[in-house]
C-alpha cells in the first residue's frame, strides 16, 4: 500500500509536467496577442517594451523563466491581461471561493443523492423510485446553465427567497450551490439505487434481518457501506470538477470563482493564468484519484489497489 | 464535513457587508489601474474619479476645466501652456502636488509607451525623446549583457561591477519646462492643438505620485534599473493601501473580482464638492445577472447594458432606460490591398465597387430588426453632432441603381464575374445576425454573393489588423473630444488602417488641419470634412450605424451627463435616499 502510494506520487510531477507542456504550446500557438486590448493595435514599442517585462517574446523566453519560478517558488508569474494580479494572487483570491462553492454543491449532492438512491432502491416501482427516476433524469439532461438561469429568475428575481448570487453573505451560496449540486446529485443518485438493488439481495442483508435487526439498520448501516463503492469512485472525479469551479454556474450567478477564468483565460489570452489554472485543476484530479484509490481500500479491504 | 465547509466560508471571505453610499455596475473587469496602461473605458471611469490632471472634466459637459492647475494661460500662438498648480492640491496622503510629480509621471509614460503614448506627442521634443530614450535603453542593456556574458564565472561577477556605459540617457523634453518653486509647468507644443485641454485631462496626463510607488521598488526592479537604465515599477503599485492619488476619491480597497470601494480623499481640494462619501463598484459577470441585481434595487447605476436587454427594456418602456447617442460608428472595412490574402487579385481594390457596396444597403432595416436602440443609420464615418461646430459631409448616397451601374462599370454587370468573397467577424454580440441581413442586401441589390465567416474576438483583430479579410465587421470610437480622433485612423501611415487603404488628398487633408494655424476653429474643421467626404467616395468603410448607449439608473440618481464619451465626475454623482 505505501509502496503504491509513494509509486503514485512519483508519477505526479512527470503527469504535471507533460500537461503543462502541452497546455502551454496549445496555448502559444493560438492567434491573437493577451496584451491587445480593444480594436486599436498597439504600438509596436509598446508592445515590444511589455512582451519583454512579461518574459512572452518566443516561447522560449517564456520556457526559461516561468517554469522555473514555478519549481522554485511556486510562482506562475504575472497574469498577463491582469496586470496588477500575479496568477498566484488570483488563484488565491478564487480558489477558496470555488472550493467553499463546491464543497457545499458536493455535501448538497452527496446527501441528498445516496438518500433518494436509497429509499427509490428500498421502496422500488414506487412513487419515491419514480420521484428518484424523474429527478436523475432532469439533473442529467438539463444543462446547467438553463438550470442555473431558472434557479435564478424563478427562486431570485421572482419569489426573492434567495439573494441573486455574488460572493458576499454566507446565503448567496443557496443557489449556486443547489444550481452546482444537481448533476453530481443525479448520478449519485442513480448509482446508488442500483448497487443497493445489489446490495439488498445478497445473503448477509438476510442474515442481519434473520438476526433480528431493523430494516433501517441493516439498510443503512450493513448495505450502505457496501453500495457506496461506486459511488465513492464517482465522488472523485466529481469532486476534482466541483470544487475548481463550474463557468456556467459561476458565469450565471456572478461568484468569484475559479470557473470563470478557465474559459476567460483563453479567450484573453493569458498564458500564464491558462497554465495556472490548468496545473491547479489536473494537480486536483490527480490528488482526488489518488484519495479515491486510497478510499476504497478503506472501504473494502477486498480491494487490492497495489494491483 | 460542516466544520470543514465553515472553515472554506471565512477562508474565501464571505460574509462580508458594505455601506457604499453608492454602488455602480462598471462596463467589465477592470484591466489595469495604472494610468501608463489604461485603455479600456472602465477602468478609465476609475482612473477619473483617483486623479485629476491639469485639467478635470465639467461634471455636466465633460468639456476641460481647470483641475490640477487652477491659472491656465495660453500664449497668443496657441502653441504655450503655462499652466499654475493650485495651491492646495493635495495627494491622498495629503503631500502637495507638484510640477515633479506631472514631469515624472510623462516621462516615465515616454520610457516605458502604452496605448495612448502618442497623445503626448503633441508636446515639443516628447516623440523624440521616447525614441532616444528607447535606443538609449537598448544600448545600455546590450553593454549590461555583453559584461554579464563575459563575467558569468559567479566569482568574477561577485567581483566586478557592471561598467556605466558610455552612453547618457536624453534630457527630457524641450517642451516640458518647469519653474524652481515646482508651482508652474510650461507646455510647448509643436503646433497649436485645439483639444489640447482635453488630452490634459485624459489619463495619459495624469500625474503619480513617485514617493509611494518607490515603496514597491525592490531589488529585482533595481537589477533591471541597471541593466536596461528604465524604471520599470511593478504593476502592483495600484493596488492598495500603496496607490495615492489627487483625484476626488482614494482606492479603499480592490479585491480582485469581488469588489473595488472608493473613499473620498480628505485632502483633495474640492472636497466640499464631493458628494457621496464612499462609492463601490460591483463586480458582475453576467450581463442578466448584473440587470437583475440593478433590478433589485441594490445598484444604483448600470453602466453597461447588452443591446439584447436594452432593446427588450426600450420596447417595454422602461423609464429608467435612459437612451443616448455613443461616440462610435459601427461600420463594415473594406480591404484595398490589390491582392487578397489568398493570392488572388481583389476586385475590392477597384474605389467603384466598394462604393456600390456601400450605397446598396438598407442600413435602417439593421437598426430596425437587430440592433433596435434607435440607433442612427450611418452615412458618414464621424458621428454627427457630437463634435461641436463639425459640419458633416453629405457621405454616401443610398442609391441602388446607382450602386449597380458603379459595379458594372467596373466589370461586374449583374454581379457577373464577382469571386466569392468572405464577410468576417467576430461571434461575440449580433454581429453575425448583421452580417446575415448585409448578406442578403448584397445579394438582391447587386447580385453578389458573399460567405460568411464568424470567429472569435482575438483571432478576429488579428485577421483584422493584418489584413488576411475582403470585409470585416468593424467599429471605432473616439477617445478625445475632437473629430481627429476619428480621422486620423485612415491615415495611410496609421497602424489603425485596416482597409490598406492609402489617398495622398486625405493625408495632405488632415496635415493642414493639424497645422492650421487660422485664429477661426471652423476653418480647421471644415478641412476634416472635405477630408472626410474623400473617404466616403473612396469607401474604404462602409458605415453602418452610429452606435446609441444605454445606460439604467433610477431618478433618485444625480450627477451622471448622459454624454457620448460615457464618463462621469464622480464627484458629483450621488443617490438621494429616500
Known sequence: MVRFIVWRLVQFPLVLAVIYLITFFLAWVAPGSPFERNDRALDPVALHRIEERMHAQHWYKFLAYYPRQLLLHLDFGDSLSYEEWTVNDILKSALPVSITLGLFAMVIATFAGVGIGTLAAVRRGGPVDWFSLGLSLLGISIPSFVMAAVLLIVFGAKLKWFPLGGWRTPWDMVLPGIALSLLPMAYIARLTRVSMLDVLGNDYVRTARAKGLSRSKVIWKHCLRNAFLPVLSFLGPASAATLTGSFVVEKVFSVPGLGQHFVNSVINRDQTLILGTVMVYSAFVLALNLVVDIGYAVVDPRIDVTK | ?578
Request: aromatic share 12%.
Open chain 2, 1 to 578: 464535513m460542516l466544520i470543514l465547509l465553515g472553515g472554506a466560508m471565512y477562508w474565501s471571505g464571505t460574509g462580508r457587508t458594505s455601506h457604499a453610499d453608492f454602488t455602480f455596475i462598471n462596463r467589465g473587469d477592470i484591466g489595469t489601474l495604472d494610468p501608463n496602461r489604461m485603455s479600456w473605458m472602465q477602468d478609465i471611469r476609475i482612473g477619473y474619479a483617483l486623479w485629476e490632471g491639469l485639467y478635470g472634466l465639467d461634471p455636466q459637459t465633460l468639456e476641460p476645466v481647470p483641475g490640477a492647475a487652477d491659472k491656465i494661460e495660453l500664449s497668443p500662438d496657441r502653441k504655450t501652456y503655462t499652466f499654475h498648480l493650485r495651491d492646495d492640491g493635495r495627494w491622498s496622503d495629503g503631500s502637495p502636488v507638484t510640477s515633479d510629480d506631472f514631469i515624472f509621471a510623462w516621462t516615465r509614460m515616454l520610457q516605458e509607451p502604452g496605448d495612448y503614448t502618442y497623445l503626448l506627442y503633441y508636446i515639443e521634443g516628447a516623440e523624440e525623446y521616447q525614441k532616444a530614450f528607447a535606443a538609449y535603453s537598448d544600448k545600455r542593456t546590450a553593454a549590461y549583457d555583453a559584461w554579464d556574458a563575459a563575467a558569468n564565472d559567479a566569482r568574477r561577477q561577485h567581483l566586478t561591477e557592471p561598467p556605466e556605459p558610455d552612453v547618457q540617457p536624453p534630457a527630457i523634453p524641450g517642451g516640458i519646462k518647469a519653474s524652481e518653486d515646482k508651482h508652474t509647468l510650461r507646455l510647448t507644443l509643436k503646433h497649436p492643438v485645439a483639444y489640447f485641454p482635453d488630452v490634459c485631462a485624459f489619463p495619459c496626463m495624469f500625474p503619480l505620485n513617485q514617493q509611494s510607488m518607490d515603496k514597491s521598488f525592490d531589488d529585482e526592479a533595481r537589477k533591471a534599473l541597471r541593466r536596461t537604465g528604465r524604471r520599470t515599477y511593478d504593476a502592483r503599485f495600484t493596488r492598495p493601501p500603496n496607490l495615492v492619488t489627487n483625484g476626488p476619491y482614494f482606492l479603499s480597497s480592490w479585491e480582485f473580482k469581488k469588489s473595488l470601494v472608493l473613499k473620498k480623499n480628505p485632502f483633495y481640494w474640492d472636497r466640499a464638492h464631493v458628494h457621496s462619501e464612499t462609492i463601490e463598484q460591483v463586480d458582475a459577470d453576467d450581463p442578466q445577472w448584473a440587470f437583475l441585481v440593478y433590478d433589485s434595487g441594490s445598484v444604483d447605476w448600470l453602466a453597461d447594458i447588452t443591446g439584447e436587454i436594452a432593446a427588450e427594456l426600450k420596447a417595454k418602456g422602461r423609464p429608467d432606460l435612459r437612451v443616448f447617442p455613443g461616440f462610435g460608428t459601427y461600420f463594415y472595412s473594406v480591404n484595398c490591398l490589390p491582392k487578397l490574402p489568398d493570392g488572388k487579385p481583389n476586385p475590392l481594390a477597384d474605389a467603384r465597387v466598394r462604393l456600390a457596396l456601400a450605397m446598396s444597403l438598407d442600413k435602417k432595416k439593421v437598426v430596425d430588426t437587430i440592433t433596435r436602440m434607435d440607433e442612427k443609420p450611418a452615412d458618414t464615418y464621424v458621428p454627427p453632432g457630437i463634435f461641436k461646430d463639425y459640419p458633416s459631409p453629405p457621405g454616401i448616397r443610398d442609391d441602388v441603381a446607382a450602386a449597380q451601374k458603379l459595379l458594372a462599370d467596373a466589370g461586374y454587370p449583374g454581379g457577373q464575374g464577382f469571386p466569392k468573397l468572405t464577410i468576417l467577424f467576430n461571434k461575440e454580440s449580433q454581429h453575425g445576425d448583421i452580417a446575415q441581413v448585409v448578406r442578403r442586401q448584397w445579394q438582391q441589390n447587386l447580385g453578389v454573393d458573399f460567405d460568411l465567416e464568424g470567429v472569435e474576438i482575438k483571432l478576429f483583430r488579428t485577421k483584422l489588423h493584418s489584413k488576411s479579410y475582403a470585409i470585416a465587421r468593424a467599429s471605432w470610437f473616439g477617445d478625445y473630444n475632437d473629430v481627429s480622433t476619428f480621422t486620423d485612423k485612415y491615415l495611410s501611415t496609421s497602424e489603425n488602417n485596416d482597409s490598406g487603404w492609402v489617398n495622398k488628398q486625405y493625408d495632405d487633408l488632415l496635415h493642414d488641419a493639424e497645422y492650421d494655424t487660422d485664429p477661426d476653429p471652423t476653418h480647421r474643421l471644415k478641412t476634416l470634412s472635405k477630408a472626410e467626404q474623400i473617404l466616403c467616395d473612396e469607401a474604404p468603410i462602409i458605415p453602418i450605424y452610429f452606435y446609441n448607449s444605454a445606460y439604467l439608473f433610477r431618478d433618485n440618481v444625480k450627477g451622471i451627463p448622459l454624454n457620448p464619451r460615457m464618463m462621469v465626475n464622480f464627484k458629483s454623482v450621488y443617490a438621494e435616499k429616500h
